[in-house]
């Protein structure tokens, strides 16, 4: 079980940058793969960006470039460094984490931070 708390999230205009932050409820080196997700009103919630444990990372095209995904494993912690926002990357992001067992495949998600570009 893993509980996710994300952070950061806010108004900014156009061009502007925010750090979203999710802390996790144990140890994220084990967790296989985290990740950040969208929810953009009306529309079905779109991967964004992830990160594995060992540290290889994808984006999607749309924030290729412009957002940088990262951990920090002493403090149980992923980040989305979001820069030249656009209004188009407005949405509720979900902060994920992915575990896979022998067994098994967990997904866990947060509750979502609010991230909001005026044009």
């Known amino acids: 079980q893993v509980q996710l708390v994300e952070s950061g999230g806010g108004l900014v205009q156009t061009g502007g940058s925010l750090r979203l932050s999710c802390a996790a409820s144990?140890?994220?080196?084990?967790?296989?793969?985290m990740g950040w997700y969208r929810q953009a009103p009306g529309k079905q919630r779109e991967w964004v960006a992830a990160i594995t444990s060992g540290g290889r990372t994808n984006y999607a095209d749309s924030v290729k470039g412009r957002f940088t995904i990262s951990r920090d494993n002493a403090k149980n912690t992923v980040y989305l460094q979001m820069n030249s926002l656009k209004p188009e990357d407005t949405a509720v992001y979900y902060c994920n984490a992915h575990v896979t067992t022998m067994t098994q495949i967990y997904d866990y998600w947060g509750q979502g931070t609010q991230v909001t570009v005026s044009s």
């Open positions: 144990r140890n994220i080196f084990s967790i296989n793969a």
